[in-house]
């Protein structure tokens, strides 16, 4: 009887081990079909028509945009950042105007968790901006070999704030 228990137990094991091995994203190398130092060209051609040119006075960097896309019936605008040589380093989602920002964080860190298994921080926090008004924070990060995925919740007390996932590649260090 107890060998039985024991077996049982070894087999629940097993089976908790596999199913959070399949929650672990080892690594990603961009976002959907764009990976990290793509050019503008090839960035442009990966997403299949999906994004539009944005006007340098905006920002230098940001040359891509999708205006609106969906995640987990999230409403999402999609900027893509390019470095100073040209290759995609940033990719920014923020979730569009008109959307409540505390089920957004929570729709999205859940979608989130679904594809690269637990963050690997999570953080809230109320601390102080530059004109000293309360700011709440809260946020959660994915690190990955290749790609740091940051979501991030901030709302004054005013009720003006954002929601927004930010991957960026990791910039490894030259020995």
Do not use: C
């Amino acid at each position: 009887m107890l060998r039985h228990l024991m077996n049982r137990a070894s087999i629940a094991v097993v089976l908790l081990s596999i199913s959070s091995l399949r929650a672990q994203v080892k690594d990603i190398e961009g976002w959907e079909p764009t990976k990290w130092d793509m050019s503008l060209e090839q960035t442009r051609e990966a997403l299949a028509g999906r994004a539009q040119d944005v006007a340098l006075v905006q920002s230098p960097h940001v040359k891509l945009q999708i205006p609106k896309i969906e995640a987990n019936g999230i409403p999402l605008s999609v900027n893509f950042e390019f470095t100073d040589k040209g290759g995609l380093s940033i990719v920014a989602m923020s979730v569009r105007d008109g959307v409540a920002r505390a089920s957004a964080f929570e729709g999205l860190k859940q979608s989130l968790i679904e594809k690269y298994g637990p963050p690997s921080d999570q953080d809230a926090k109320t601390e102080r901006d530059q004109n000293g008004a309360r700011l709440a924070v809260r946020t959660a990060v994915w690190r990955m070999p290749s790609t740091t995925v940051l979501l991030n919740w901030s709302e004054d007390e005013n009720d003006i704030g954002n929601v927004m996932v930010t991957y960026s590649k990791v910039i490894k260090s030259v020995p």
